[in-house]
């Protein structure tokens, strides 16, 4: 017997509700939304986020850690904290690279013109961060995203955006390196990237 849960409104297009950032504050601060909820902000609803499985927290270690030493005294380095879109998309890449202040510091997260990188590291949500979340990344303005596939040990290095989409892609595996276009002069080379 199939237990799954039909969504039966995906079928159909039904008039839906969407949150704003501001509503989605107050389902934390209403204790309705947890500090352990792992859900994101995107478009107004809210997304079920993945697990975090130790390979997945070994690799977002390492990258940590290097952009860390690379870039501390040219930007902040946000692990796994929220960044803004717009009004109804607030997702919590992996890690973010940002100015530092950010505009608005400290009363709102950072928002793309404050954001030099951002990066999703991705098994089981690979599918969804190159498609789904990709877009809304090119849509708000920023300027780089990399994809770190864990299925093949790649970086998937997207620049060059213009409307929803970026224009360059490219696959970055061990030896090479690495490196932040906003901010030359700091590599990261790809095998200390993953274990």
Not at 76 to 85: A, G, S, T, Y
Not at 93 to 115: K, N
Not at 131 to 148: F, S
């Amino acid at each position: 017997m199939d237990t799954a849960p039909v969504d039966s409104l995906a079928r159909y297009p039904v008039p839906r509700h969407r949150l704003s950032r501001r509503d989605y504050y107050r389902l934390g601060e209403a204790g309705i939304l947890g500090e352990d909820d792992r859900v994101e902000l995107l478009e107004g609803q809210l997304v079920d986020m993945s697990p975090i499985l130790p390979r997945h927290a070994i690799v977002v270690e390492n990258l940590t850690e290097r952009l860390i030493t690379g870039f501390a005294s040219r930007a902040r380095v946000r692990c796994q904290n929220p960044v803004v879109l717009d009004d109804g998309s607030e997702p919590q890449p992996d890690l973010a690279l940002v100015r530092r202040p950010w505009s608005g510091y400290p009363r709102t997260h950072p928002g793309p013109e404050d954001i030099f990188l951002l990066i999703e590291v991705s098994d089981s949500s690979l599918a969804f961060d190159r498609t789904v979340k990709l877009e809304l990344y090119a849509r708000a303005g920023i300027p780089e995203v990399w994809i770190v596939d864990l299925t093949t040990d790649t970086v998937l290095v997207h620049r060059g955006r213009s409307g929803g989409a970026y224009g360059s892609v490219v696959g970055v595996e061990a030896p090479a390196v690495l490196g932040v276009e906003a901010l030359p002069g700091v590599t990261i080379p790809v095998a200390e990237v993953f274990v």
